[in-house]
């Protein structure tokens, strides 16, 4: 007997539901921002180690633990406040887009 091989769309309609059910669109927009909280924390890290910098150093120039600079720095623990905070204590010019809204450069 063949094993049946399916794709990953077909899978994701199987278990998830088909695209554009609120089910689905909830999955996708959850995966999409752990997606962009992981690309921030990357950032923060590459900055920090640019920086020659341990994660006990930049979590004292931000006034908090080691593992919070870890959990930052893995994106499991990304606020707004606290990746500002990250980047101000590097010394890191950060411009935000506001998706449509205009940029900001702080």
Do not use: N, W
């Not at 199987?14 to 996708?28: A, L, S, V, Y």
């Not at 994106?75 to 900001?104: E, H, N, P, Y």
């Amino acid at each position: 007997m063949a094993m049946k091989l399916h794709t990953l769309d077909e899978m994701m309609d199987r278990d998830i539901g088909p695209i554009g059910t609120p089910k689905r669109d909830e999955f996708e927009r959850k995966l999409a921002d752990e997606l962009h909280a992981y690309h921030i924390g990357e950032a923060i890290k590459q900055a920090r180690e640019s920086k020659a910098l341990t994660q006990a150093e930049l979590g004292e120039r931000m006034g908090v633990q080691r593992s919070q600079v870890c959990r930052i720095e893995s994106g499991k623990s990304i606020t707004l406040a606290s990746m500002m905070r990250a980047f101000k204590a590097l010394g890191v010019q950060v411009a935000l887009d506001m998706q449509g809204i205009g940029r900001v450069a702080l």
